[in-house]
């Protein structure tokens, strides 16, 4: 088969989303990020959403979504993308609001903001990338790091009486009321990405219907700064990272209705 | 028929707030400028469907402020002294993002957690930034109840015209006191799809949009910076604003910002009634800080008498813009204390006239 007719729309089999733009990614090989950008694009494509949806990206790695994502996008200070989405949301009742954040962001600097918005019961939806480490600065310790887990900042490893444990926000934020759906799951196998987005897609529709805050904790590897080759880290994420941050659902719908 | 009322500071501002056709305001309780959100919490929503919310802190309030204004709606907060200190990060985004939307610090007595009474100590940090970065806010020093239902229309207008935070530098108490206030007819809410600019969702658009200050190649920092700072030219050029009294046939000219200046107009005629010839200029924008008048009055005068509730700031920017030409003293009183017209005038006769 010849380029032209592999192109053709019949013949194609796979195709990037409309809403990730055709440009190179940033993020390190091997890196979890760039799947979850594509379900979560993917999710936003099937559900007719783009036109109406806009996302926040606080500092982190993913700070950058806004050159890959096609939906309106704002960058947001650093642990403050559930205030900035607070914001646009409750100016623009009727569109799709989320946040891309990572576990410092999330769960370090941006602690109060993340509660208090779930506690509110903002009817957002937050994609909360937890790698255990800071990416962007290179390798220092995250309020998600395990314990014993060597990092910049931790080089001994994580003593957990002098540097507070490992911190399941996710657990946490479940018990709010104002919280329809939290999850947590993982995108180093390709069943397991399945899984995730179908759990994006689920957080997403319970954001459409207005259900409250809705969580997707995804657990991911960051080579670069764990110093490993993309494929020892994802060795990590599984053997180290989930018997730890066990996946499944947290909280769904029916326990709050 | 003017819609008269007598009213207090901080509720003024806030019935000025709903009827400029506010979208939305996100704050934190800090005395002395509670009653805002409390007033707006009876009032607002019922009357034009704005957003009035409590935030979690003054942090996450500016950020609701930082997105709500990216979303391309009209949006305000209001807060006083270690308050806004909180927002100052916010503000730095907000002046890089370039996201029109307006602030209210009614001043209180610091450093730390300080005192309620009423202050201006906190002119450096909205004049000379407070945040990070080279930028700047539009900031407006109201010195009566008035002032403070004028400036919140004036506020959202500079600010939509020029994609600008701005500020009104008000103080504990201008916010408190009751005053005769004119109110001006409620206007509708603006479009907030309008701002073609603005993260409203992609919508018929063939490319999002997007809010950033986020510039990583130094050059494509530098050019947002020469982009602001010509924003900021644009403002001296067009936007200064100063109040000025007798000072045509003046020997002597007496400053200040806000009540600072409205004591001093006091001190001023009493100095008139001793026969002193005293002029006084208030400026209202400090910035855009009116250099010019005081270029001027400077190679006129004997000398200039700066008065103020704090250790001395815009004096730095009146000895700047009078550039030695006279001699410019200072006096001030601090800590939540407010100078009276006496002690003013004992402190102008002091230096220029015995």
Redesign the interface.
Known sequence: MTENLIIQEDNLVWNKPSTLLDVPMHYCPGCGHSTVHRILMEVVEELGIADRTIGVAPVGCSVFAYHYLNVDMQQAAHGRACAVATGIKRVHPDKIVFTYQGDGDLAAIGTAETIHAANRGENITVIFINNGIYGMTSGQMAPTSLAGMQTTTSPFGRDVQTMGYPMKISEMLAMLPGVSFVTRQAVHKPALVRKAKKSIRQALEYNIKGMGFSLVEIVSNCPSNLKMTPIESNIFVENKMIPFYELGDIKVPSEVL | MADKKLMKGNEALAEAMIRAGC??Y?GYPITPQSEVLEYLAREATNRTGM?V?Q???E???V???????????R?MTTSSSPGMSLMM??VS?IAS?ELPCLFANVNRGGPGLGTIQPSQADYFQSVKGGGHGDYKMFVLAPSSVQEMVDFVKLGFDVADKYRTPVMILADGAIGQMMEKVVLFEQMPRPD?NAKTWA??????RP????????HIQAEKMEEINMRLQAKYRDMEENEVRYQAIDIDDADYILTGFGLGARIAMRAMEMGREKGYKIGLIRPITLFPFPTKIFEEVGSKVKGILDVEMNCGQMVEDVRLSVEGRCPVKFYGRTGGVIPSPEEILEKFEEYFIK
């Open positions: 979208d939305a996100f957003v919310l935030a979690e802190s942090v996450a309030a950020n609701m402020i930082y997105g709500a204004a990216g979303a391309g709606a949006v990060e916010g985004y993002a907030k993260t409203t969702g992609r919508a018929d490319v999002r949009n997007y809010i950033t200050s986020l």
